[in-house]
């Protein structure tokens, strides 16, 4: 079946500790997103790409990272420089559309997400 | 960057009622689409609907660019409608989605 699967569902990590969260799309859709979301504050942009080796901050790109290697592939770290990483990360991918000359992106499809706890 | 702000934040309804959301945004978007989250995280696209007026069975969408706002028509609600539903936007400049904080909307049998 065509989706966006993330991995791990659930992660622990250690103060101090880099950690890699994979997200991976079988739609074949040209750009790819992460969100975060904290309880109580909606969804917040961390970084998005809309094309391989290419990708772009979001409002809240401090302390992540990221890499478009491929076009199925969009792996968010989580640094030890993100002073509070608890949360809820969200993967979603579109299509990017042409309209009148603009680019806007299609429907959004979102994972599952990963539930990230720093103990 | 663009304010979306959605009301109520929060709604409670007996099944069977019905119910209107509203998003308001501070800029021209091109771009504006409906969310529902399940309890369980899950974020399902309602609908993408940067102008005028759709409807998905008991779900309907409107959006008036030129007065920045777009409402979210929830009719004979039942209790599987409860989650969040969010409003998340795109300006001309850009083309990731800007959400809004939500509402959460708990229907009860």
């Known amino acids: 079946d065509g989706g966006i699967t993330q991995s791990p569902k659930y992660l622990f990590r250690k103060e101090g500790q880099n950690v890699t969260l994979s997200c991976e799309q079988n739609?074949?859709?040209?750009?790819m997103y992460w969100y975060r979301q904290d309880p109580g504050q909606g969804l917040r942009l961390i970084y998005y790409?809309?094309?391989?080796?290419?990708?772009q901050k979001g409002d809240i790109a401090e302390g992540y990272s990221v890499s478009r290697e491929k076009k199925e592939s969009f792996p968010l770290t989580v640094t030890s420089a993100q002073k509070n990483p608890t949360a809820f990360y969200l993967c979603a991918s579109s299509i990017d559309l042409t309209s009148g000359g603009q680019l806007r992106s299609g429907e959004l499809f979102f994972g599952e997400g990963s539930r990230l706890t720093v103990l | 960057g663009i304010q979306v702000e959605q009301s109520p934040p929060d709604l409670i309804l007996q099944e069977g009622a019905n119910s209107t959301l509203r998003c308001n945004f501070s800029?021209?978007?091109?771009?504006l689409q409906w969310f529902h989250q399940n309890p369980w995280g899950q974020l399902i696209n309602l609908f993408y609907i940067p102008s005028g007026t759709k409807q998905n069975g008991r779900l309907s969408a409107t959006t008036v660019a030129t007065e920045r706002y777009s409402l979210l028509y929830i009719s004979s609600s039942q209790t599987t409608d409860s989650g969040v539903y969010f409003c998340?936007?795109?300006?001309?400049?850009?083309?990731?989605?800007?959400f809004g904080k939500g509402t959460t909307l708990s229907v009860s049998s």
């Open positions: 800029d021209s978007v091109n771009n």
């Open positions: 790409s809309q094309i391989v080796n290419d990708f």
């Open positions: 998340a936007v795109a300006t001309q400049a850009g083309t990731a989605l800007i």
């Open positions: 739609l074949n859709h040209d750009a």
